[in-house]
């Protein structure tokens, strides 16, 4: 049998990359390459790591596709020596390493990449992101960006060699936005302290755009109001036949003032070689004053500025959840250190040490109460409104709220790694992510806005020069049309709903993790449960208590307890809690013996007792009387596990125990059903018996027990050939079928949960599921309203302008009119709650 040789891996440091494209075309490639296994290129390193089969593929050969690309190779080696050829001179390959090294350092030289995250302010629509993004993609040293419109944050990793902070920072403001920064960690690191430093490192940090100061402060308020006011005193100069260069001098102003900042964008757009609304706006407002149609083009500028202020003003409000979950933990904390309490940042605090909270402050780290007890508001975290008790050895949140006593919690996460600081994440990855929708919108604008473009062009040009026709009524129609084409409010549509839903459910402890998860739960037609953890507990409690002959059951409880106090089995804890909590009293067991897997005996006073399951009694000769078969059959045909108790001659009674169900199952069930959720499945692994029971407690027909992890996948497979499939689990289990399934829903610990679902319920509260599906029901219902809205307003305006109809004033307020539509009705989504379903 012939031995397949090892793969080999071969380092290449690659010249000429420009941008991280580069990287994947030249990773794409090799890949394609007969015997590469595997192929990753860095654009921030210049290297290319290479696994391939040597007698399939050579080294030269590999090193020939990448230069066949247009590359240089400057270097290649083994990744575990020096080429055979090389190890008697190393200097024969010093030319090769040579090769390119003005345009790409050697590796011995190469610097870390950095990460910078900021904020950017001043952007209008989705084209704004990607006109940042070019703009600064252009500076040297720039490895990758990311500008989302959503969340207003720039992310992007550069070379310090090249590259600075403040490059970043020039190059924004050029192109006519503000920036504040807001962290100098990764992407991935996340600090309490958000608005802290974003304002400590912004002097010029304008108010919040959704308090009316901004008017009367910002920048793009102040030139909205001083275009109108130019607007008012031209009105005023022709009403007084003044003459007529007074009253352009006014138009003027305003055209220039609330003007600049468009044309400055729009000129920037065409260096890129791109159409935005700023530049289509620049050429209409040009094209009617050399119309001499002044007035027309202040109003059009005014229009214009007005409608984007407006949505910069309605938007930020859908920009608020997030911001509001930075605001909950305190950027200090008491902590005990030695015999003294001292307030110190939380940033110093470390795992272990002892936080001291008094009542009406916030929890500031993740912890576990040692001692003291109180009532503590979880709902920012969970959405639940009830407080929740609190006592040693409970786990609390930071952002949390201790109302009324005072605790002592021991540190178990640092700042970094808090619950609140994971779920901050998560919403920004969820808001940064683009849904479907989005991404079919932003390919369609891409097609469609240089199209319109060339019509326009075409409708400029081809009757004057064809027909005769005036030019300066097909210019204007042409210019109308450029306004009206830019498709601001059709890329707007999607983004804005996306926020919204996700700031309405972060509020309401449900974390959609991207538009991907929430338009797929909008599309749902089955959910499939597993059953331990996720409709039960996951812990057995005791159900009931048989008594045979004249033995009381309360006296079959007491034994029982008093016997299962010195075992740790989960059913013993199972009975002695349920013991304690019915207020049993418990007495001292002697001579105490366990018998694994079977049971324990012990004596109680003067008698000897035993607790175990049937094998133990079948093994002691124990009889079962008519009563006691009858009995366990009745426990069993409940799907309960009996525990047994008796003496060395006879069995005195029994106790049922089940893995106890989640108080509000049946009631979520009843409201799945409610927003026309019908199928619904359980899955498990338990027996037919146990599954039949809970399945008719939470009113579920369809179930399917005693099922192996690839039995529920198969599950899975079967009824995705229906429709859309979700999965609800505990986040630890039955990973194969929340994988296969459509979308997967967690409803176990947050930890786990946060990395493994594609929804989370924090609070563990299943009768979110209903809200959930809802909202992403409404929420898919929104986006598709808004972009047919946008689609029939465009084309219908469109056709007027062509023929005529409609003027340059008219286009723009049936522009900005729809952006802000969409936006508002987006928005509405804000408003749902579980009270609204």
């Excluded at 109180?374 to 639940?384: M, R, Y």
């Excluded at 409940?638 to 001659?649: A, D, F, K």
Aim: hydrophobic share 45%.
């Amino acid at each position: 049998m012939t031995q397949t040789p090892d793969l080999k891996t071969q380092t290449l440091q690659i010249g000429g990359m420009d941008c991280g494209s580069c990287a994947k075309t030249i990773a794409t490639s090799l890949q394609q390459l007969s015997g590469v296994s595997e192929a990753s290129v860095s654009f921030a390193t210049g290297r290319a790591k290479v696994s391939y089969n040597p007698l399939l593929v050579s080294e030269t050969k590999i090193a020939e596709r990448v230069k066949t690309l247009g590359y240089t190779v400057e270097q290649s080696r083994e990744e575990k020596g020096q080429h055979s050829h090389c190890e008697s001179d190393s200097s024969c390959c010093a030319g090769d390493r040579n090769l390119d090294r003005a345009r790409q350092p050697s590796a011995s030289n190469l610097t870390a990449a950095k990460t910078l995250q900021v904020r950017v302010g001043g952007m209008d629509c989705g084209s704004c992101a990607k006109t940042i993004e070019a703009g600064v993609q252009q500076i040297p040293g720039i490895i990758d960006i990311l500008v989302n419109f959503s969340t207003e944050r720039l992310q992007l990793s550069y070379d310090p060699r090249l590259a600075s902070e403040q490059t970043v920072y020039d190059r924004i403001k050029a192109l006519g936005y503000t920036v504040e920064k807001t962290s100098e960690k990764s992407s991935d690191s996340l600090s309490h302290d958000y608005p802290q430093a974003e304002l400590a490192n912004t002097p010029d940090r304008k108010p919040d755009p959704i308090t009316w100061k901004f008017w009367m402060t910002n920048r793009r308020g102040q030139s909205v109001i001083l275009a109108g006011v130019g607007i008012i005193f031209g009105l005023l100069a022709q009403q007084l036949a003044l003459p007529i260069w007074i009253a352009r001098a006014f138009y003027g102003i305003g055209i220039v003032v609330a003007g600049y900042p468009i044309a400055k964008a729009g000129l920037f757009e065409l260096r890129l070689r791109r159409a935005d609304m700023n530049l289509l706006m620049t050429i209409s407002v040009i094209g009617a004053v050399i119309l001499g149609d002044w007035f027309e083009g202040a109003l059009v500028v005014f229009l214009f500025s007005l409608g984007t202020t407006l949505q910069v003003f309605t938007f930020g409000r859908t920009r608020n959840a997030i911001r509001a979950l930075f605001d909950l933990t305190p950027p200090t904390a008491t902590v005990k250190r030695g015999e003294r309490e001292i307030t110190v940042p939380v940033e110093s605090i470390v795992v272990g040490e002892i936080l001291t909270i008094r009542p009406g402050q916030r929890v500031a780290l993740d912890g576990v109460v040692v001692s003291g007890t109180s009532a503590i508001d979880s709902s920012p975290i969970t959405g639940e409104s009830i407080p929740e008790d609190k006592a040693p050895g409970d786990a609390v949140y930071a952002g949390t709220l201790n109302q009324a006593g005072f605790l002592e919690v021991k540190v178990t996460h640092t700042v970094s790694d808090t619950t609140v600081a994971k779920i901050i994440h998560l919403v920004e990855q969820a808001q940064e992510s683009r849904a479907p929708s989005q991404q079919w919108v932003d390919k369609f604008a891409n097609v469609y806005t240089p199209i319109v473009i060339l019509v326009a062009i075409a409708i400029a040009l081809i009757p004057p020069l064809a027909f005769a026709q005036p030019f300066d009524v097909w210019f204007y129609r042409a210019l109308v049309m450029l306004v009206i084409a830019c498709p601001c409010a059709l890329v707007i549509s999607t983004p804005v709903s996306i926020v919204s839903a996700i700031g309405a459910a972060t509020r309401q402890g449900v974390l959609f993790k991207g538009g991907n998860a929430l338009e797929t739960a909008g599309h749902l037609t089955s959910l499939a449960f597993d059953k331990t953890g996720t409709i039960t507990q996951g812990l057995p409690t005791v159900q009931k208590v048989y008594a045979v002959g004249q033995t009381s059951a309360k006296l079959v409880f007491q034994i029982a307890a008093s016997l299962e106090q010195q075992s740790e089995h989960p059913l013993a804890k199972a009975i002695v809690t349920d013991a304690e909590s019915k207020g049993i009293e418990f007495q001292t067991p002697e001579k105490f013996t366990a018998l694994p897997g079977k049971g324990i005996e012990a004596e109680i006073g003067d008698r000897f007792y035993l607790v175990g399951n049937q094998r133990l009694f079948a093994e002691r000769g124990i009889p079962l009387s008519q009563e006691a078969e009858a009995m366990l059959t009745e426990i069993e045909s409940l799907g309960q596990t009996p525990v047994l108790v008796g003496t060395p001659t006879q069995l005195l009674g029994a106790i049922a125990l089940a893995d106890g169900l989640r108080l509000e199952a049946a009631e979520a069930m009843r409201q799945l059903r409610r927003v026309g959720l019908k199928k619904l499945v359980m899955l498990t692994g338990d027996r037919t018996a146990v599954a039949k029971q809970i399945a008719r407690q939470v009113e579920i027909s369809d179930y399917r027990a005693e099922l192996l992890p690839q039995d529920k996948l198969y599950c899975i497979q079967q009824l995705k050939h229906s429709g859309v499939v979700g999965m609800v689990g505990d986040g630890i289990n039955d990973a194969p079928a929340l994988a296969a399934a459509d979308i997967s829903f967690a409803v176990g610990g947050i930890d786990i949960a946060l990395e493994t679902a594609d929804v989370v319920l924090v609070g563990n509260d299943l009768r979110k599921l209903a809200y959930t599906v809802a909202l992403s029901r409404r929420t898919v219902s929104i986006i598709q309203q808004n972009v047919v809205f946008s689609l029939v307003t465009k084309g219908l305006f469109l056709l007027l302008g062509t023929v005529g109809v409609v003027g340059l004033v008219v286009a723009v307020l049936a522009d900005t009119g729809t952006s802000l539509l969409v936006t508002a009705n987006g928005m509405r989504l804000f408003k749902v709650s579980p009270k609204s379903q």
